[in-house]
């Protein structure tokens, strides 16, 4: 891999860590009062814009008021799986995002983010062919609304649209388009 193929790669993850870094600068630097901090972890359904399967995921979130009942952010990261060209392939992907959600109403949010892709492509070892992995910076949009169980504690259901750019692999077709949706749920903790 020569220099600038580092550098393309390394700075989707330099903007990212530069974003959760001023996020969670904001959460630290807030009054105490104000400070409302959830970890939210999920679990979700995931489908590819050029499949039917539908597969899982798993994630991790953690939320934080930046302007009460109004703007909140979140760093997250997740995990999910899927074949492609009828299973000779499967992709990995472990993104991890930034997000700022507008919720002027407590149990309904909706906003967007930013996102570093991490992807593996494992090839079926029949096809002898060497895996790849791509690391892709990407953008989302969703929303999502929660339901209070107990103080501090309430049930997150959320959806998200990823956009990523078509991506390429050393089958036919060559190029595919990565984008995805998914849906979670799972349940935020506050402290």
């Known amino acids: 891999m020569d220099r600038r193929e580092v550098r393309r790669t390394a700075m ?3 903007i990212l860590t530069r974003v959760a870094s001023a996020v969670l600068l904001l959460i630290v630097v807030q009054p105490k009062a104000a400070r409302a901090v959830e970890i939210v972890p999920s679990v979700g359904i995931t489908r590819s814009v ?3 399967e539908v597969t899982k995921q798993v994630g991790l979130a953690i939320r934080s008021s930046i302007v009460p009942h109004l703007l ?8 999910r799986t899927e074949k492609r060209n009828a299973g000779a392939v499967e992709a990995k992907m472990w993104p991890v995002t930034a997000s700022l959600w507008l919720s002027p109403i407590p149990v ?3 906003g967007a983010g ?10 079926r070892p029949s096809l002898g062919l060497e895996d ?3 690391q892709d910076f990407g953008v989302h949009v969703g929303g999502g609304m929660k339901m209070p169980l107990a103080p501090g504690v309430a049930l997150d259901f959320s959806g998200r649209y990823v ?5 390429e692999s050393r089958l036919v077709p060559q190029k595919f ?7 979670s749920a799972g349940l935020a903790l506050g402290f």
């Open 114 to 123: 930013v996102g570093w892709y991490h992807t593996t492509l494992e090839y």
């Open 72 to 79: 909140k952010s979140e760093i997250g990261g997740s995990y």
């Open 50 to 52: 050029e499949s039917d």
């Open 132 to 134: 790849q992995t791509t």
């Open 12 to 14: 989707p993850f330099q």
């Open 163 to 167: 956009f990523l750019q078509d991506q």
């Open 108 to 110: 309904v949010y909706a």
């Open 177 to 183: 388009n990565p984008d995805y949706w998914t849906l």
